[in-house]
């Protein structure tokens, strides 16, 4: 596991949501989030913010797989789309995919599931600029 990818799951606020595994290979990356208080609404639901950022993370994750030491990739234009809502105690799966890298920006989805069903979307667009 690289030095930077460690760094990501090791964030703060990564782990205050309950963030323990993030897994980036080959343009792909995957977070497993179990439903826990931190994460819900006042409904008692999955807040969509968490929806957003994780989904941000988790495409970063595995663009991480594909950069090299001396490029780093910032979000450019997320857009994310809900559609069913997960409860506390479920677990839900993050999966991202690279769809088109090309010299200065890199365009990346990520689909969050409970079990089979498609709980949300997410299209992001990430700058890569130059580590400083």
């Known amino acids: 596991m690289s030095k ?8 703060p606020l990564h782990v205050f949501l309950g963030v323990t595994d993030i897994k980036s ?22 807040h ?12 970063y994750a595995g663009l991480l797989s594909l950069l ?20 506390l105690g479920d677990e839900i799966r993050f999966k991202s995919e690279v769809i088109k890298r090309g010299r ?7 689909k969050v599931t409970l079990g089979e069903k498609v709980i949300a979307t997410a299209k992001i667009t990430k700058s890569l600029i130059p580590m400083f």
């Open 4 to 11: 930077r990818l460690r760094e990501v799951i090791s964030n």
């Open 25 to 46: 290979e080959n343009g792909c990356g995957e977070i497993v989030l179990t439903i826990n208080k931190n994460v819900i609404n006042p409904q008692g639901t999955l």
């Open 48 to 59: 969509g913010g968490i929806i957003y950022t994780l989904s941000d993370v988790c495409a």
């Open 68 to 87: 090299d030491d001396d490029t780093e990739a910032v979000t450019h234009d997320i857009q994310v789309s809900v559609m069913r809502a997960a409860m």
């Open 104 to 110: 200065s920006i890199c365009f990346l989805q990520t």
